[in-house]
Every structure is written in C-alpha cells, then in structure tokens.
T-cell receptor
Framework: GQNIDQPTEMTATEGAIVQINCTYQ??????LFWYQQHAGEAPTFLSY????GLEEKGRFSSFLSRSKGYSYLLLKELQMKDSASYLC???????????FGTGTRLLVSP | DVKVTQSSRYLVKRTGEKVFLECVQD?????MFWYRQDPGLGLRLIYF???????EKGDIPEGYSVSREKKERFSLILESASTNQTSMYLC????????????????FGPGTRLTVL
C-alpha cells in the first residue's frame, strides 16, 4: 500500500522557524516533493529530494532520509505570506504519478 | 513559464447532468493528470495520460472518464454528475522523466470548483 502522513495543522509566529514533517510508505519510491498551496489557488512546486540529506533554497529547506521514510520542510524567518497548506508527495520510479499527503495547514501569526 | 489553464474556476451543475472539465497546457508535456481535492483527504488521482489517446486509471476513477485527442488538451468527463462529486478539480501536467529530476515536477492549473446540486 501507499501511505503519506503529515500533521493536519501547525501554527507559528512571524520571524520564527517551523518544521513540517512527512513520513511515507510507498512502493517503488523515487523521490519526495513539497508543494505550497494558498487557499483557493493551485499547488506550486517548492522542492524535490531524491538523495538523503538537506537541500537549502533560500528561506526554505527540505530534508530526506530514505532509510527512515521521512522528510521535513523547514521554513525560516516566517512571513505572514507563508500561511498556506504544504503538501508532501512521493514520486515513484518513472515520475509518472505522485502520491500526496493530506497537507499541513500552516498559520503564521504576527 | 509553464501554463496550465482550466476552462472554468467555478461550475454549478444538477444531478444527472453530463459535465466536461477542460484542461490545456502550453509546454508540450507528455503527461497530464486529473485530481480532485477534498478537505481531510488531500489530492486524489482520478486519471492520468502519458500520451495522446492513452489513459490510465488513478486511485478513484469510478464515475469519471477522460479524453485526450490532442497532446495539449486533457478533458475530464462526469457522465452523470452526482452530489458526491462536488469537489475542487485540479489538472496538472509534467514532462517525461529526464536527467534534471527537479524539473519533472507536476505543474497545476488553477482548479475548478464544481458544485453538484
């Protein structure tokens, strides 16, 4: 079977750091995507990890441990505009399909 | 920039009506996907297509069909709409797997919020 788990909701304060975790169990796992989705809008690509380790991209970083079936998205220096849902998705070999988690709704307060 | 467009942002239909949702992408992508997104359930794959006239069932194909007559266009059809098909429908496209894996992401359209009364 295929299963992706991530917390339903998180809250944080402007300027803080937040880590959104994702655990996965999928067959033929190839890599892990993170998407951001603002309310009423389409998901947009944030990051993709295929190798173990941390990938840093500005204020956002993403980590993958293939042996543990675990990933996280790290958001630094939080801004109000970071309030959104963050979707974790596992790709299988061939990248043809993605399996999505239910998303983590992040609320950033002043 | 990749652009994926969907024919309507909001749609209201009656139970039993035949509904067409259209999706067009302008990046010559081989793969196209239809998802529905519901609170607490996340994005679920309905159908996908990896070439013209080719289609494969996703996780929840019941009650839906698709058509891909041209590479840039992928249509989702609800043969007889039911209230449990009220949802947000998202179309996506992606290129075939390549060397630069990070570019093989799926690009999403703005979504169609369908209400079936």
């Amino acid at each position: 079977g295929q299963n992706i788990d991530q917390p339903t909701e998180m809250t944080a304060t402007e300027g803080a750091i937040v880590q959104i975790n994702c655990t996965y169990q999928t067959s033929g796992f190839n890599g892990l995507f993170w998407y951001q989705q603002h309310a009423g809008e389409a998901p947009t690509f944030l990051s993709y990890n295929v190798l173990d380790g941390l990938e840093e991209k500005g204020r956002f970083s993403s980590f993958l441990s293939r042996s543990k079936g675990y990933s996280y998205l790290l958001l630094k220096e939080l801004q109000m505009k970071d309030s959104a849902s963050y979707l974790c998705a596992a790709s299988n070999t061939g990248f043809q399909k993605l399996v999505f988690g239910t998303g983590t709704r992040l609320l950033v307060s002043p | 920039d990749v652009k994926v467009t969907q024919s309507s942002r909001y749609l209201v239909k009656r139970t039993g009506e035949k509904v067409f949702l259209e999706c067009v992408q302008d990046m010559d992508h081989e793969n196209m996907f239809w998802y529905r997104q519901d609170p607490g359930l996340g994005l679920r794959l309905i159908y996908f297509s990896y070439d013209v006239k080719m289609k494969e069932k996703g996780d929840i194909p019941e009650g839906y069909s698709v058509s891909r007559e041209k590479k840039e266009r992928f249509s989702l059809i609800l043969e007889s709409a039911s209230t449990n098909q009220t949802s947000m429908y998202l179309c996506a496209s992606s290129p075939l797997p390549g060397v630069a894996a990070s570019t093989d992401t799926q690009y999403f359209g703005p979504g169609t919020r369908l209400t079936v009364l």
